[in-house]
Structures are given as structure tokens and as C-alpha cells.
């Protein structure tokens, strides 16, 4: 498809369960990030990859969370032993290049429910 | 550190009545600013940025360095405007990261 897709697109997991939230870029884009929207709140960053580097991961909560880009495109952020606060829309979002990454093209989300 | 506020949580207005989306920002430098649209289960999607200076589905937002604001208007408000809008601060001083605000919903009653 030409535009960001994440899957799942929802998962409900109970807390103590890792689950793994998938993110497939527009290709050709260089940067990927992550965001996290809690219920009526704006995007908060998580964390930051241009190609396959990881350059920022200074948004994610704690050491539950981690995120990977192997190759360059698709990306997995991986959260282990969820608890509750962690019920959140996960966004995932490319750009193109690297000095334009004001305009992002977001994906629908993956939406946690931690119960 | 940037950031982004936007102070209306909601606004509501009738339609054909003018629409202003209030959003300020804190940082130093030169800002690249956006406004992003949520329309009811749909995606996050860029609406417009501040360099293009252009007017998307009628709404245009000018940049006040004096005020750092970045206020989103329209004069004549559709219902099909419905949405969540959020303000955006670009990257900048060797950071990658854009910041987001918290949104604010606007409805467009008939």
C-alpha cells in the first residue's frame, strides 16, 4: 500500500503479557517514529530511527519498551510486562528525509488495552 | 526545551460561523510550524505548515514570532470541519523530534 500501516490494529493484552506493535513505513523513508496518544491527549514522542539507527529513545517510559528498525523499514516496538497505564494508541509515522521530518504521514494507530 | 499549547480542549461553533484554533509555542529560534487534522476514524494527516503559506479547505494559520503563536482560522466554519486539530513545532537545534500538542476538538454544529 502507499501509506504507513500498523498492525495489530487493536490488542488487548492482561498485564504482565508482551506484546509486539508493528509499524511498515511508506517506502523509501528514511525516518520512523513512534508516538504514544493516552486517551485525550496530543502524541507524545517515544522514540526516533533514521534507517535502520536508532538516534533518540528518550521518550520511552522505562525499560519495558523497546524498539527496533532491523533493516531500514519495517519497525516492532516491543513493550514487556504491560501494565495498565501502558492502554495507549501507539502511532507510528515516516518522513522522507531526515531534515523534513515536520511533515509526517502517520499510520491509523495501534490501539492497547491493557486490562 | 520546545513546546506546544494549545489552550482550548473544544470548541464548539455553528456553522458558517468564523473558527479560530489557538496555539502557542515555545522556542528560541526560527520555528517550522504545522496543523495536523484527526477527522472521526481516520488517520493523523498533515493540514498545512506555515513556510508553504497556503490556505487548505479555507483554514490559514500565520506565524507571530512576536506573540509564538501559530493560530489556525477560517472564516466560515462547514460541519464536514469537525475534527481533532493539532499544532505542531518541527525539529530544530539538532533535534529530529516534532512536538505535538494535546489537540483541541472542534465541532461544527448545524
Known amino acids: 500500500g502507499a501509506g504507513v500501516s500498523q498492525s495489530p490494529r487493536y490488542k488487548v493484552a492482561k498485564r504482565g503479557q508482551d506484546v509486539a506493535l508493528r509499524c511498515d513505513p511508506i517506502?523509501?523513508?528514511?525516518?520512523l517514529f513512534w508516538y504514544q496518544q493516552a486517551l485525550g491527549q496530543g502524541p507524545e514522542f517515544l522514540t526516533y530511527?533514521?534507517?535502520?539507527?536508532?538516534?533518540?529513545k528518550s521518550g520511552l517510559p522505562s525499560d519495558r519498551f523497546f524498539a527496533e528498525r532491523p533493516e531500514g523499514s519495517v519497525s516492532t516496538l516491543k513493550i514487556q510486562r504491560t501494565q495498565q497505564e501502558d492502554s495507549a494508541v501507539y502511532l507510528c509515522?515516516?518522513?522522507?528525509?531526515?531534515?523534513?521530518?515536520?511533515?509526517?504521514?502517520f499510520g491509523e494507530g495501534s490501539r492497547l488495552t491493557v486490562l | 526545551a520546545q513546546r506546544v499549547t494549545q489552550p482550548e480542549k473544544l470548541l464548539s461553533v455553528f456553522k458558517g460561523a468564523p473558527v479560530e484554533l489557538k496555539c502557542n509555542y515555545s522556542?528560541?529560534?526560527?520555528?517550522?510550524l504545522f496543523w495536523y487534522v484527526q477527522y472521526s476514524r481516520q488517520r493523523l494527516q498533515l493540514l498545512l505548515r506555515h513556510i508553504s503559506r497556503e490556505s487548505i479547505k479555507g483554514f490559514t494559520a500565520d506565524l507571530n514570532k512576536g506573540e509564538t503563536s501559530f493560530h489556525l482560522k477560517k472564516p466560515f466554519a462547514q460541519e464536514e470541519d469537525s475534527a481533532m486539530y493539532y499544532c505542531a513545532l518541527g525539529p530544530s537545534g539538532g533535534s529530529y523530534i516534532p512536538t505535538f500538542g494535546r489537540g483541541t476538538s472542534l465541532i461544527v454544529h448545524p
Open positions: 530511527f533514521q534507517n535502520e539507527a536508532q538516534l533518540d
Open positions: 522556542y528560541s529560534g526560527s520555528p517550522e
Open positions: 509515522a515516516s518522513s522522507l528525509h531526515p531534515q523534513n521530518t515536520g511533515e509526517l504521514f
Open positions: 517506502s523509501g523513508h528514511v525516518s
